[in-house]
Structure formats: C-alpha cells, structure tokens
C-alpha cells in the first residue's frame, strides 16, 4: 500500500530554515523521481523541486532556486525539502509527490501524493 506523509511544517520566520521530510511507503523507493509541490491558498498547485532516483540530479522552480534543497535518502525511504531564507510568498501547503515516468514538472504527470504539510512564513 502507498502512503507519502509529509511533516516538518509549521510556522516560521523569514530568513530562518525549516526542513520538510516525506517518509514513503512505496516499494523500490529508489526507482521513483521524488518531487515537491505547494499550493498557496487562491492558488494552483505548482511544482516546487524534483530529485532524480539516484539523488544525483535536482531541478528547481526559478522562484526557489538558490534558496531550496532537494535531497533524499535511499535507505530511509525518505525525501527532504531544506528552505533556507524562506519569503512569506513561500507560504503554502507543500505536497510529496511520486512517480516512475519521465521527470515532469505538471501535477497530472505524478503518480502519488500525500496529503500535504503547511508552511507559513512570517515577516
């Protein structure tokens, strides 16, 4: 059974740090491309990062580059979000996502999602 379970939010202040984790109950965790969403309130859900199956490679929205990390490990069947110097227009539910398939940046091309974590930034 597939469960993606986010955690870590909350509230935070601008120029802190926060780390999301997302704990995957997935078989095989390393064959699927782990990705990160967020959805602002009014708002489409919007791609956020995404990290190859092997960790070696991560793509970022503009908006966040520079200032986001991507990262996962394998072994713990778990994918992180590291937002350093996080703006309050980074507030947002942020949803874990999962797929096989090509890398993509559109939420219909994602198999699995969890159910999402909030993250409100504070000026």
């Known amino acids: 059974q597939v469960r993606l379970v986010e955690s870590g939010g909350g509230l935070v202040q601008a120029g802190g740090s926060v780390r999301l984790s997302c704990a995957a109950s997935?078989?095989?965790?390393?064959?699927?491309?782990m990705g990160w969403f967020r959805q602002a309130p009014g708002k489409e859900r919007e791609f956020v990062a995404r990290?190859?199956?092997?960790?070696?490679?991560?793509y970022y929205v503009d908006s966040v580059k520079s200032r986001f990390t991507i990262s996962r490990d394998n072994a713990m069947n778990t994918v992180y979000l590291r937002m350093n110097s996080p703006k309050p227009e980074d507030t947002a539910v942020y949803y874990c996502a999962a797929r096989t398939g090509a890398t993509d940046t559109s939420v219909q091309a994602w198999d699995y999602w969890g159910q999402g974590t909030q993250v409100t930034v504070s000026s």
């Open positions: 997935l078989r095989a965790f390393s064959s699927y491309v």
């Open positions: 990290i190859s199956r092997s960790g070696s490679t991560t």
